[in-house]
């Protein structure tokens, strides 16, 4: 699944290995905290749990799975264990 284009609803794991859902339809650009710009997947952080509602943001996402595909918040326990 990590080949897909992502969207909106997608779980996602970025750089840093911090899992996010996307919230956006589309990419934007996002000002970094050291002063570089770029255009990123932008959403909020679920793993790990000292940064969950954070926001998140990826480049390049590597997409794990699709909200409407877990069913319960062990699924999304699970989802982000298997980082």
């Known amino acids: 699944m990590s080949d897909a284009t992502p969207k909106k609803g997608d779980i996602a794991v970025c750089s840093l ?6 919230t956006d339809c589309d990419a934007r650009e996002v000002n970094y905290g050291d ?3 770029g255009v990123a997947w932008v959403g909020k952080t679920i793993s790990p749990e000292e940064f969950f509602g954070r926001p998140w943001s990826s ?7 699709h909200i409407s595909d877990l069913t319960t918040i062990e699924d999304l326990r699970q989802s982000s264990s298997e980082t």
């Open 17 to 22: 290995g911090r899992t996010g859902v996307i």
């Open 35 to 37: 002063g570089n710009k």
């Open 59 to 65: 480049r390049n996402p590597r997409i794990i799975g």
